[in-house]
């Protein structure tokens, strides 16, 4: 049994050349491929370069066994080169015809080189191989005769027109955006952005590290777009960024480490924080003492205690004010951003000092060119023709003294007049049902608005009640006496149930009936009434329990002791 390794044996220096094909393949072409699936805006740029060589490197790697690899190579180059072209071309209708006329030659070398000798290796002439028939099978067992050439041909013209519509599918990804003619990758809109975010976070952090209320003030310094009075995108304002970047490189401005070492220091300087304490202790002095200047002018119309109160709040001002100066002369002028706060800034964001001033350096660059290049506000021709009217217009003004008592009539009406202005109606309302110049002015008006005069007083019920105690006394025998007298009226119990004996007309029920059947007691049976002089006037206590009323009774007292 032969070895299965015979195979490889026999073949291992066209293996050798295979392998060492899609090394190189990989090496050249694989990385930079690998960059442009992340940046598909550049894969027409590129491909002039990389779709031949790629061509090329397939075409040699596949028949590199045949002994004329170097041909294959060669319209594998042209063949790259035409798809890169028919990539880069705009026009829908020509990339199409460039794509698949070139490629349709491509297949028709690559079909002469493989034609161009027979199965012994000798060569074949041009008209013996164009006589060529190859079979195309359309369906399994069946199927066709064509030329060669023509089968070749049409090949070529197939995977044109697949090249063209896999190109156009690659390639709809357009460029997230384009200056002066060229695009901008998405990789280049990302370094971008990281490097405004790093420059920004740089210089917060900073200013963060020295005066915590001056960092929030800081946030989106660098943002172009509101100098102009335009609400971009952050993705927008680093386009623009980068635009003023190039105008930068054109105007030739530089900032060295110096300069951006003072750029810092503009915002981390004593003397720059000093500035807004001290501005606003100004205002509120000021302002302080225009509220006391009013209030003194009031002093002759107000109490000295309401003139008093009016001034707590401007001296309070005033105070604040000097504390704030007192805090603002308290803050070095120099660098309050030491190396420690400095080193531990650049360990926080986790860039280095060269990559952090890198980032900033450009971002100053930028604002650099928008103060140059930011356009000035110009007057339109009508604006400049109104100020021009306003400065030569004048007006003159001439200021008469009358007196007012000269037009002041102070004669009373008779009651004749009145009665009339009384009577009497303008645009269908009755003076009298108008208020004094509703109708017009100069009109009379007899109606008065609704007035109320409400006067509150108050009573000490405490006051009262000692008042009414100590002259009108009131004895426990009086309460007794009132009591039983209006007992029947006022201190009935709604609530008790009358009984049947008590209510006339009422039947009584199957119990009382029962009780009415018993035989009546003995006279010893029934107690004693109490005696005379216990009973103080109060109902007999043998019908207590047939009533509805509870009288008080005194006690017997005991006339031995």
Avoid at 133 to 144: D, E, M, N, R
Avoid at 535 to 558: L, M, R
Wanted: proline share 5%.
């Amino acid at each position: 049994m032969a070895s299965p390794f015979q195979f490889f044996r026999k073949h291992t220096a066209i293996m050798m050349v295979v392998l060492i094909g899609l090394s190189m393949a990989s090496f050249i072409v694989l990385e930079p491929l690998m960059q442009l699936a992340q940046n598909p805006g550049q894969l027409t740029q590129l491909s002039l370069f990389l779709l031949p060589l790629l061509g090329a490197i397939l075409a040699w790697t596949i028949k590199a066994g045949s002994g004329r690899s170097t041909e294959y190579a060669l319209w594998g180059a042209v063949g790259g080169l035409v798809v890169a072209a028919g990539w880069r071309i705009s026009s829908l209708e020509m990339s199409y015809a460039v794509l698949i006329g070139g490629l349709g030659v491509v297949a028709f070398g690559f079909w002469n080189i493989a034609a161009s000798q027979d199965s012994t290796g000798a060569d074949r002439s041009l008209e013996t191989r164009l006589g060529d028939q190859t079979a195309i099978a359309w369906w399994p067992g069946k199927s066709f005769s064509m030329n060669g050439a023509v089968s070749a041909v049409i090949t070529g013209l197939l995977m044109g027109g697949i090249f063209g519509i896999f190109g156009r599918a690659i390639g709809s990804p357009a460029a997230p955006a384009t200056i002066d003619g060229q695009s901008i990758s998405f990789v280049q809109l990302q370094g971008l952005q990281q490097r405004r975010q790093l420059a920004e976070r740089f210089l917060v952090s900073l200013v963060s590290a020295v005066d915590p209320q001056s960092a929030q003030q800081m946030q989106g310094h660098f943002m172009i777009g509101r100098r102009f009075g335009q609400q971009l995108s952050f993705e927008q304002d680093v386009v623009m960024g980068e635009l003023f970047r190039r105008e930068a490189d054109r105007m030739g401005i530089e900032i060295d480490d110096d300069a951006v070492t003072a750029y810092i220091e503009r915002f981390t300087a004593g003397r720059m924080a000093k500035i807004p304490i001290l501005r606003q202790a100004l205002q509120m002095t000021m302002q302080a003492d225009r509220q006391i200047e009013q209030f003194k002018n009031m002093g002759q119309q107000l109490s000295p205690e309401i003139q008093e109160s009016l001034l707590r709040r401007p001296n309070q001002d005033k105070e604040q004010a000097g504390n704030l100066v007192a805090m603002a002369n308290s803050i070095p002028d120099g660098n309050r951003l030491g190396p420690t706060l400095y080193n531990r800034t650049l360990r926080r964001i986790g860039a280095t000092e060269t990559e952090a001033f890198d980032a900033l350096r450009q971002e100053i660059r930028i604002l650099t060119a928008v103060e140059i290049l930011q356009p000035s506000r110009v007057m339109t021709p009508d604006e400049a023709w109104q100020q021009l009217r306003k400065q030569q217009v004048k007006q003159t003004l001439d200021v008469a003294m009358l007196p007012v008592a000269a037009f002041v009539d102070d004669k009373e009406l008779t009651p004749n007049q009145l009665k009339n202005h009384f009577e009497g109606q303008a645009n269908g309302v009755p003076f009298r049902e108008a208020l004094p110049n509703q109708l017009g002015e100069g009109q009379p008006g007899f109606l008065q608005s609704r007035r109320v005069n409400v006067g509150v007083f108050t009573i000490d019920y405490s006051k009262f009640e000692e008042t009414v105690k100590k002259e009108y006394p009131v004895t426990d025998e009086q309460i007794t006496a009132y009591y039983n007298e209006h007992r029947e009226k006022e201190f009935v119990n709604q609530l008790f149930r009358d009984l049947s004996e008590d209510v006339p007309d009422v039947k009584a029920t199957s119990d009382e009936k029962a009780k009415a059947d018993e035989k009546p007691k003995k006279a010893s049976d029934t107690p004693k009434p109490p005696d005379s002089d216990s009973d103080n006037g109060n109902a007999a206590t043998n019908s207590i329990e047939s009533t509805q009323f509870v009288a008080f009774q005194d006690t017997k007292k005991d006339t031995k002791k």
